[in-house]
């Protein structure tokens, strides 16, 4: 008996994504902050002119080709030319320190940068520690009259892409190819590059579009939405939605320097539909003074980055925003799961509106083709009770295989042939993931995992907090012990005792353990962030340690 | 610089499709005919039960099983199972004659069959010709009871999925494992053999997902619909939706023995939103009696098959069917294209439901991985104007590599190296492909091309006439000449130089060449039809060759 396998001669190419809107969506535009609009042929043929570019600046199949700049439809372009190209795009994160910048940016081996003028003093202070830097191709929207080229610049974008042929073949090649790099910024020790392949980028695009299509009841889309990214594109390819956007052939927005006044304006004149953000941007939307002016109903927006609090789910959804989970990460290309409401679900809560929004800030359903797990210390799978709490692990085809020259660190990761996500997550009977806390990030006391995410949920719901973050702090007796920084709403009155006792008041009624009554509350101005906006727990920490703001 | 490429270790398997509705959608059912439901759950038990049957009647890696059934809950296990266990489906026509199937069932390698007793007594009539069958299943719905096992049988599938163990291990294996086969029945030679992978059959389901999901206008899914295929199951996997349908954890529908009384009660009673068929069947269902009494507003119908004749696609949207076109074929798994409604188009015309007819009477647009080349005979492209016509030309990730056991229609079937499908189309500006006609069914009169399918598609809005057919005879003079068959409604009064006459106004007006007029119109009582319910031109052309109705 043999065993029949077919020849496969069509590789999955991220070429293939950029054919389909040349064929379906002509008429609809590729937009730059309102400012400049490319209809889908111009937007193609910018793509073809990028690779053009790159060929005359050296590039070949495996050059490392890195991008700083906001979100644009520069941005995008590069998305598909550089790839396309066999090129390895390395989307540089700009939050990033200096010194963190430099690490990557070498690391990644990139030879071409294209950096946008905001950057250049960051550029000036590490130039020198990039030798495999072979050519800086200037991004600007100054006209082409103003542009003067710093030192050391090839050229600017726009100059390359004029002289440029219109029209560049994009042969086949093996859909293993790598196709993007970039880097995240872990608790402990330096950047981690993670690693993209075509393949993986065209399964995670059908995988984007089949998830978030099925939806029934809210989330519903098409290719006649209007999409505007709110995620920064250095982020996991703006978790894949303009992938998916562009295949679809819908208008796109870019809305360059992230300005809440900026995104408000934009969502109005250009009739945005659907979004996607993480938590803090959605608050300072919300909270924009110009919010209050514009009808922010019908518009949808997918969170991620950080769970959804309830209290800004309800806030969005009182302005008539769909507003619902994603969950997934940097390692997973990155969507893993989604929360979509469900009419088998709705109709048989009790309360149905309860059961919408705990359906809406849950991490949702896994997506198309991604097995999720609730583990163990030693790999168990765990009840699938909406009760048991073990580590979210993962599979799937668009995972990245490992860290960049860090097998050690890729050997952890991938421990037992499943990648270990580092989240506390438990699954409900109908497959609903929870994430009930980042691994690291649970406070354990008194013998009890205690979910920082859930006590910050709590105290989000007293009326004079704009912001919480919870972290444990080491404590002789109990293990560690729950602490709150807090931000107060402007002219909110509130104190250490008052928040502690709305939070009592939960432990009371049994909804949550006893134990995660914070011992303090710390009023601050701000809360400590990373470079991608998520609460940063691991400063807050340090902050407790080394001051005298350390709990009694 | 060296290639990067990753390593890929996450194939694209059947079971991975069947994984999902598991998490998703255990609450809704699979449905034999009404009688029987099953739970998602409950299913996938039986999809184990099912491979451990077939294990313990000795399949293999690459064993070939297969089933001879109608539309069923269990063709839809044999759509996992087999595949799933490393074996091939092998999907048997059961309207070929005997001959056909035992060539196309010996041809195939099969050594299990899983038979309805519908069709014992075909089974009877060549199975001495079946040397290598070496277990036969039985197939009723005749309670346990009452099954007496026929001579030869190894035992019947219930008894055998009770049998086996509820729970078998399916491990990886190459995503391009054969996972089916089927056979097409062409207008000369014997059946040839199609066959897909699992790769393929896992992106095609994808393709028809995001392809399908995206749509604006009309045709707006999600998986709360309810779906039920009026398409064999046999035919090129009934056109994939069953894949799809099961991702998404929909409600499903299974007719059994097409019967339009007992379609039409499970439309109603299972609330069905979501179909697909072929013309001849949708004219069916439209004029059974018991269709006037059903409301069939809000039911989505793709027609593919053959070419949606404008005065059907009325008829339907009249009855407030949502009713559009897909094309595709046996070799192309089968999606190629689909119409759909887009604001930009209909915006922009000058007659709103005129252009949505249009619309939906098209093939349509480029399904998502499909691309469509029109073609000359060099292999040259045609201008996507709307007008020049040429052979439609394909690539995709899911296109047969060939023919099972026949190089040299493989060769023919892939040249130039993209998949030829014999149908001649034209392009739009905008991507949309219009099916001109079969390359084999195309009238050659006086040195111009005639699409057969244009005159029947005016012949049909006579109101006299139920059902047309146009082939070419030969002609000294002109080369080929038109001839119509038609059938006309019951108690119409028509006649030939009735049709003639109409058909002759649009020829007046310029609509359509003077040479389109038909030279014939021949009344009969039907048309002939080949296995899958499509007009069998072929066999028209015999009748007129052979028969006193050849034309003077």
């Known amino acids: 008996m043999t065993i029949p396998t077919l020849p496969n001669n069509y590789p999955l190419l991220i070429k293939q994504i950029l054919k389909m809107p040349l064929a379906q969506a002509s008429q609809r535009q590729i937009v730059y902050r309102g400012d400049q609009r490319f209809t889908y042929p111009q937007f193609a043929e910018r793509v073809h002119r990028l690779a053009g570019a790159l060929d005359a600046l050296g590039a070949k199949m495996g050059t490392t080709v890195a991008v700083m700049d906001w979100d644009s439809h520069r941005y995008l372009e ?3 030319a550089v790839p396309m190209s066999g090129c390895v795009l390395m989307t540089a994160n700009i939050r990033l320190s200096p010194e963190q910048i430099a690490y990557t940016l070498d690391h990644s081996g990139a030879e071409i940068l294209l950096i946008h003028t905001d950057f250049l003093p960051i550029l000036a202070a590490i130039r020198t520690r990039l030798p495999k830097l072979r050519h800086l191709v200037l991004l600007t929207d100054a006209p082409a009259a103003d542009i003067s080229l710093p030192d050391g610049f090839t050229g600017d974008y726009e100059s390359l892409l004029a002289a440029a042929p219109a029209q560049r073949d994009f042969p086949d090649f093996d859909e293993n190819t790598q196709a993007t790099t ?5 608790t402990t020790g330096l950047p981690k590059g993670v690693m993209f392949s075509h393949r993986q980028i065209v399964l995670h695009t059908l995988g984007v579009m089949a998830t978030l ?3 029934g009841l809210n989330a519903k889309f098409s290719r006649e939405d209007v999409y505007m990214p709110l995620t920064p594109m250095f982020h996991v390819h703006a978790w894949g939605f303009p992938f998916a956007a562009t295949m679809m052939g819908m208008q796109q927005i870019y809305v360059g320097r992230f300005l809440p006044e900026v995104v ?3 969502l109005a004149t250009e009739h945005v539909t659907i979004s996607h953000c993480v938590p803090t941007i959605m608050h300072m939307i919300l909270n924009a003074p110009a919010a209050a002016a514009i009808d922010l109903s019908g518009w949808h927006v997918i969170i991620g980055g950080s769970a959804l609090p309830r209290a800004l789910c309800e806030a969005a959804m009182a302005r008539g925003i769909d507003i619902f989970s994603g969950y997934g990460m940097s390692e997973t290309c990155p969507l893993m799961t989604m929360s979509q409401l469900r009419s088998t679900t709705l109709d048989a809560a009790p ?5 919408e929004i705990a359906t809406r800030v849950a991490a949702g359903l896994p997506a198309v083709f991604v097995e999720i797990r609730i583990v163990d210390d030693a790999m168990n799978d765990l009840p699938h009770d909406g009760k048991s709490i073990g580590e979210v692990v993962a599979r799937s085809p668009y995972l990245t295989p490992g860290y960049a020259g860090n097998p050690e660190a890729s050997e952890a990761l991938w421990r037992g042939g499943w990648l270990h996500t580092g989240d506390l997550g438990m699954l409900d009977a109908d497959g609903t993931l929870h994430i009930v806390d980042r691994l690291k990030d649970v406070v354990k006391t008194g013998g009890e995992w205690v979910s920082s995410i859930g006590i910050e949920d709590i105290i989000l719901q007293h009326p004079a907090i704009a912001e919480v973050a919870v972290v444990g702090v080491p404590d002789e007796r109990w293990g560690e012990r729950p602490v709150a920084f807090v931000v107060a709403r402007p002219g909110a009155d509130a104190t250490d005792e008052a928040i502690k006792a709305h939070v009592r008041v939960r432990a009371d ?10 011992d303090r509350v710390v009023f601050v101005e701000a809360l400590d962030k990373t470079s991608v906006g998520k ?3 691991k400063a807050m920490r340090a902050r407790l340690a080394a001051s005298v703001l350390a709990p009694s």
Chains 1, 2 share one sequence.
């Open 535 to 537: 609460l940063d727990k």
């Open 78 to 80: 590069s998305y598909f």
């Open 182 to 186: 970039f880097y995240t910024t872990g």
């Open 351 to 355: 309360d149905r509106r309860d059961a």
């Open 213 to 215: 299509l099925m939806a």
């Open 264 to 266: 408000l304006k934009l």
């Open 509 to 518: 009624s049994g909804e949550i353990s006893r134990y995660a009554v914070p």
